[in-house]
């Protein structure tokens, strides 16, 4: 038996569509569904939520270099470029050469969104536990996470 025949074997779920049992499609499905929310959340700050979880790892980390926050990030290269020049047109950071390197600084401006991104956060995480429970979203995140970090060999 293949794995989508097993987990509609076992889900015993009526109400599903015929690819509910797909990983591919239910995973995409919760994406859209948790990206919404992220949206809606942090777009009260003016921010993206990826533009705001890049600002708060530089407000975190000043100096962080654009490698070091696409391993942290889980992003590509060009993508990190991609927010880090979106954030500087914002003027929430600054890149600096130090030889070589790149690095990366928040502005004061930037500093000062963090309370506003930490109350995103915030609302994000009650509106998830108000709809499949805190102990579910606690489980679901690291069981996804960990699924992530297998599939790309990041374990």
Not at 2 to 20: H, L, M, Y
Not at 96 to 121: F, Y
Request: hydrophobic content about 35%; aromatic content about 6%; charged content about 20%.
């Amino acid at each position: 038996m293949d794995v989508v025949s097993e987990c509609k074997a076992g889900s015993g779920e009526k109400n599903g569509t015929r690819f509910s049992a797909c990983l591919l499609f239910s995973a995409n499905a919760l994406a859209r569904a948790i990206t919404a929310i992220g949206d809606e959340e942090f777009g009260r700050v003016g921010l993206s939520y990826s533009h705001a979880y890049l600002l708060s790892e530089v407000i975190s980390q000043p100096g962080i270099t654009p490698s070091a926050l696409s391993d942290t990030l889980y992003l590509t290269p060009s993508t990190i470029t991609r927010l880090v020049e979106k954030l500087e047109q914002k003027q929430l950071v600054r890149r600096e050469s130090e030889g070589k390197k790149t690095l990366i600084l928040p502005t004061p401006a930037g500093e000062a969104l963090q309370v506003d991104i930490n109350d995103a956060w915030n609302r994000v995480g009650q509106r998830y536990a108000a709809a499949i429970g805190e102990t579910n979203v606690c489980q679901l995140t690291k069981q996804v996470f960990q699924a992530a970090k297998s599939l790309t060999g990041d374990e």
